[in-house]
């Protein structure tokens, strides 16, 4: 058996091999074994850590070789546990990267994508090029984040030393084999990627003053990068492994692992962000599309994850680490159940909630500034943060209805958001929605589900869906009878007035 780059695929270790997912978000990572027992995936969680950001004189930059570190150390965990043979796949966040010099080496720590630095880069590229234009090469959604403008502030001096420009999980194959590649799926979030070129679009990389060449070649979910090198780590105790390319931004992974069957259907990969979208062949660049700030980010197999970014559990993340009390997820729920509903609307979108100092002052001042009722206590707001999430996710399925032309008739929520019961049943309630929810743990199924397609344990990405369809008890949420476009279009037009005012 060969795989995309001609590496021979013993079939006997086929059978006998064990797929590990390393799966890495902004606030925590887990190494994931996964394995298929008598027709049904089963996973097991070998190791959890943390992660996140720090400020060093006024910039936000990411531990990169603390997430290296853990995943070496759960890699040696899983041999002491017996297995001493296996693949693996690494996926993250996307749109940051790594700047590596001629000698291999990092240059500089990696800059979280939360930082303040491309705060007006936008509007700083609009001088010299429409956002129509970039929006039509790339299909992405302009967010301040994303990779083009990271790129643009970058300190020139470094980029002129630059001979790799890595994202994420892409630097991490690469201090595992030596290998660089650049992974579609996460590539394209750069906005760098033009959508009908299949390529890196020459005049955007020129705009921003980097070349073709210090990006690594373009490469598919599901093809084989190269071996672990252990003589690289001796002070580990490492298995034989195969690390595979697999769908690397996590939410590309987390779409893999939807158990979405037939048409129809819509996701919801809810963690830090919500991802709402759909899985199409064909990327749409139309004028509404542009307006509603919607991406079309590569999906795998050659498919569109055309989507809507919206704002996540960020939001309650960030008031748990301010509130005084150390509130549980399912607490703020409790919480939020005791008081009445939607007394705020907020447009959780705006930018001022990406990263600010105090969340709970911040939501607090908005709506101050918007003359409503203050949210005070825990559960006020909670009830604050879910109500417009929920209301965020019906206006978008809506969204995708009119942009697409596509009916939709049920939502599947997947990743660890899915987990809330109470914003699941918000959701379908204001969507007029049949919601489906889980696996909580969509993005390491997916990163899986590739590792097992790539080595032919899997057939297709048909196959794959449905044995997670076989390996999982889908909970579904009726939408309840409620007044559901007087919530909605209050909070149109209290947001419309918002935004003209400004």
Known sequence: MLNKEGISLDKRKVDSVSYIAVDIGASSGRLILGEINNGKLEMQEI???????????????????????????GLQKAKSMGYEHCTVGIDTWAVDYVLVGSNGKRLREAVSYRDARTKQTIQKMEKFIPKKTIYEKTGIQFQPFNTIYQLYEEDKKLLDETDKILLIPDYLGYCLTGVAVTEETNGSTTQLLNIHKHDFDEELLGLIGVKKSQF???TEPGTILGLLKKDWFPEFDLPDAEIVTVATHDTASAVVGTPGEG?????????TWSLLGIETDIPVVSRQALEENYTNEWGAFKTIRFLKNIMGMWLIQEVRRILPKNYTFPEFVEEA????????VVNFNDERFLN??????????????????????AGELANCIYNNLAILYSIALDELEQITGNKIDRLHIVGGGSNNEWLNQLTADLSGRN????????????????????????KDLKEARALVRESIDLKMYRPKVIDRKTIVLKYKKAVNSMMAAK
């Open 356 to 377: 600010p100092e105090n969340m709970v002052e911040e939501i607090q001042q908005y709506c101050r500034e918007t003359n409503q009722v203050v949210p005070e206590s």
């Open 263 to 271: 048409e129809n259907w819509a996701y919801l990969s809810s963690g």
């Open 216 to 218: 690594a070649k373009l």
């Open 47 to 73: 190791s959890r850590f943390a992660n996140g950001f720090t400020n060093q004189n006024g910039t936000s930059f990411w531990d990169v070789d603390h997430l290296l570190n853990q995943i070496l150390l």
């Open 337 to 344: 159940k005791k008081v009445s509903g939607f007394k705020q």
């Open 435 to 458: 919601v489906y929810a889980g696996p909580g743990e969509a993005t390491a199924v997916g990163n899986l589900l590739m590792q097992m397609i790539a080595t032919g344990r899997l």
